[in-house]
């Protein structure tokens, strides 16, 4: 009775195996450091939260405008209409960047 061994076939080029065989002791303190650090923060005791720290949470705001105490406003907003100002130089000059920057587009 004969007992065979599979062996996996390595991966990687030649140069890639021999890479990894040089620096196998620099790979290996590499993988247990990160391994390491891992093992801590699993082990870690849970943060606690700060109590003094920002909630987003701890903030309700309300809509003054559904059945709460707040008056309603009595007049409409005042909308203040702009005079359309004309084109100054540097406006044109953006006006022809953004037209030279379509046409490179296309």
């Given at each position: 009775?004969?007992?065979?061994?599979?062996?996996?076939?390595?991966?990687?080029s030649?140069?890639?195996?021999?890479?990894?065989m040089?620096?196998?002791?620099?790979?290996?303190?590499?993988?247990?450091?990160?391994?390491?650090?891992?093992?801590?923060?699993?082990?870690?005791?849970?943060?606690?939260?700060?109590?003094?720290?920002?909630?987003?949470?701890?903030?309700?705001?309300?809509?003054?405008?559904?059945?709460?105490?707040?008056?309603?406003?009595?007049?409409?907003?005042?909308?203040?209409?702009?005079?359309?100002?004309?084109?100054?130089?540097?406006?044109?000059?953006?006006?022809?960047?953004?037209?030279?920057?379509?046409?490179?587009?296309?």
């Amino acid at each position: 009775m004969t007992l065979t061994v599979d062996q996996t076939q390595p991966h990687g080029s030649r140069t890639q195996r021999l890479r990894r065989m040089v620096n196998a002791e620099q790979i290996a303190a590499s993988r247990a450091r990160l391994l390491g650090l891992q093992r801590r923060h699993r082990l870690a005791a849970p943060q606690v939260p700060n109590n003094d720290s920002f909630n987003q949470e701890d903030f309700h705001f309300e809509d003054p405008g559904c059945g709460s105490n707040f008056p309603k406003q009595d007049r409409e907003d005042d909308w203040v209409t702009l005079i359309p100002e004309e084109p100054d130089d540097f406006d044109h000059a953006v006006y022809a960047d953004r037209e030279r920057w379509r046409q490179e587009a296309n």
